[in-house]
């Protein structure tokens, strides 16, 4: 092929532009001849992704909050279905977000542009129809964990479990010692990370029920300290203000949650990709998660499986505490948390066997898939 292989990518969120970065920087050895357009965060802007509009314009989640911003995202998907059906790139591959990319991918397919999806959504715990949708939208669906690519096995879709580039990044043995040397912590006592999630609405639902359980923690465990990374300088401002007036040994970071993670004996964390970085620290954890009241009424009727948090779905059992919505107070949190400070290996025992089955290469795995698949390998 003498002109660049042309890959359309859409990443919706920050864990997306994470994995899309990786996949062209894959793309790019295996290669080497390469251009890329579409939409994606900073990460991907600098591996030569040329953007077609801001990543954050199609990050939002939930039933109910999603639909203030339901004309926006359906113009934008119609607009980009016009712009890479005229531009015709080798392939198209839509790295989560899969309420906006299934139906790009899907009229993209039927226009003659070979599709790939990066990230499985969860069919096999809710809406499991739409894996008819998939089949008919995807010549190739990527997943990240084993027990998802089962799932399109069983039910006919075109599938490659490639593993997930976290479990690749992240050490088999992290060094508590040294990050807390790089953070400028104390090297001995406890800590806890305090880890509400990345997203606005996400920190102002479980910023303050962290802060508060925090408190509650403390009164059980003097002599704690806590840390909180910050996703970027709007989280950290939210986080000031919910902090303002409250006596905490806590320590706010610019970003740097794996340092944060390598730091602490013990995680308070919000459901999502973290919980699965928090596994691949050998952390214990304590996971919590609201939504708004009628989102999770709806979800309630939907979801089919019995667990919310990763580290559950990949051990297929309740590894880890999962207080949701209602049940998740601050003293129900704190009083999950304090007894992992001194048990947490109880609690920790598998997750080293899940970090090695999911160490893959994932995006050296995932380009290949990607090359084949357009009949360049």
């Known amino acids: 092929m003498n002109r660049p292989l042309r890959v359309a990518l859409v990443a919706g969120e920050s864990s997306g532009d994470i994995l899309g970065a990786g996949l062209m920087q894959a793309l790019k050895v295996q290669h080497g001849n390469v251009e890329f357009v579409g939409v994606g965060g900073p990460l991907m802007q600098a591996e030569g992704l040329q953007p077609y509009f801001p990543l954050e314009r199609l990050a939002v989640m939930g039933l109910v909050e999603v639909l203030g911003r339901l004309p926006e995202l359906l113009a934008r998907r119609k607009r980009l279905v016009k712009t890479l059906t005229e531009l015709r790139p080798d392939v198209f591959i839509g790295i989560d977000a899969p309420d906006f990319n299934l139906g790009l991918e899907l009229k993209l397919r039927r226009a003659g542009i070979k599709t790939v999806h990066y990230v499985s959504p969860s069919v096999w715990a809710w809406r499991q129809k739409r894996v008819l949708k998939i089949r008919e939208a995807c010549d190739l669906m990527l997943t990240l964990f084993p027990f998802e690519a089962k799932f399109y096995d069983e039910h006919r879709v075109p599938v490659r479990f490639v593993g997930h580039p976290l479990a690749d990044s992240i050490p088999l043995c992290a060094d ?91 995680v308070l964390i919000a459901s999502g990709t973290a919980t699965l970085e928090a596994l691949l620290f050998k952390r214990p954890m304590v996971v919590a998660y609201s939504v708004a009241p009628m989102t999770y009424r709806i979800l309630r009727r939907l979801v089919k499986s019995p667990y919310v948090a990763l580290p559950n779905l990949l051990a297929q059992r309740l590894l880890v505490p999962e207080l949701l919505q209602d049940a998740a107070t601050p003293e129900a949190l704190a009083q999950a948390l304090s007894p992992l400070l001194d048990d947490g290996d109880v609690q920790t025992e598998g997750f080293d066997s899940i970090h090695r089955t999911l160490r893959c290469d994932a995006s050296s795995q995932a380009a290949d898939a990607v090359l084949r698949l357009v009949g360049v390998r």
């Open 176 to 266: 508590r010692v040294a990050a807390r040397q790089a953070l400028g912590l104390p090297s001995d006592g406890l800590i806890v990370a305090l880890m509400p999630g990345s997203r606005g609405g996400e920190v102002a639902r479980l910023g303050d029920l962290f802060l508060c359980a925090a408190e509650r923690l403390r009164a059980m465990r003097p002599g704690i300290r806590f840390v909180m990374p910050c996703a970027s300088p709007e989280r950290r401002l939210q986080l000031e203000q919910m902090l303002a007036g409250r006596d905490l040994p806590l320590t706010l970071l610019d970003g740097r949650s794996h340092d944060a993670l390598a730091a602490c004996n013990a």
